[in-house]
Nanobody
Framework: QVQLVESGGGLVQAGGSLRLSCAAS????????MGWFRQAPGKERELVAA????????YYAASVKSRFTISRDNAKNTGYLQMNNLKPEDGAVYYC??????????????WGQGTQVTVSS
């Protein structure tokens, strides 16, 4: 079992920055990929960034590339999503997740509880 606890969401003005954290416990993540999903009201959940815990390979959705950075701290078993130049359309509930199959089919082995990000224009 892996427990994921997100933090760092909040309200920010357009153009501002936030950093989300996802602390994992229960086991190390060397066999997993960690990802950040988001879901806005009335929209489908989408994967915005992912990082392979062992290889450090990273993925970004086109909508966030060059603005968001995903990273990890092995010693703390914690992942991060640095979000810069935020736009109102980035507002959503952000979920941390880990999966052993790189989120095939949009599924994950474990999910965090979600953290709200609101971007005012």
């Amino acid at each position: 079992q892996v427990q994921l606890v997100e933090s760092g969401g909040g309200l920010v003005q357009a153009g501002g920055s936030l950093r989300l954290s996802c602390a994992a416990s229960g086991r190390t993540l060397t066999s997993y990929t960690m990802g950040w999903f988001r879901q806005a009201p009335g929209k489908e959940r989408e994967l915005v960034a992912a990082i392979n815990w062992s290889s450090d390979a990273r993925y970004y959705a086109a909508s966030v590339k060059s603005r968001f950075t995903i990273s990890r701290d092995n010693a703390k078993n914690t992942g991060y999503l640095q979000m810069n130049n935020l736009k109102p359309e980035d507002g959503a509930v952000y979920y941390c997740a880990v999966d052993s199959s790189r989120f095939a089919g949009g599924k994950a082995d474990y999910w965090g509880q979600g953290t709200q990000v609101t971007v005012s224009s």
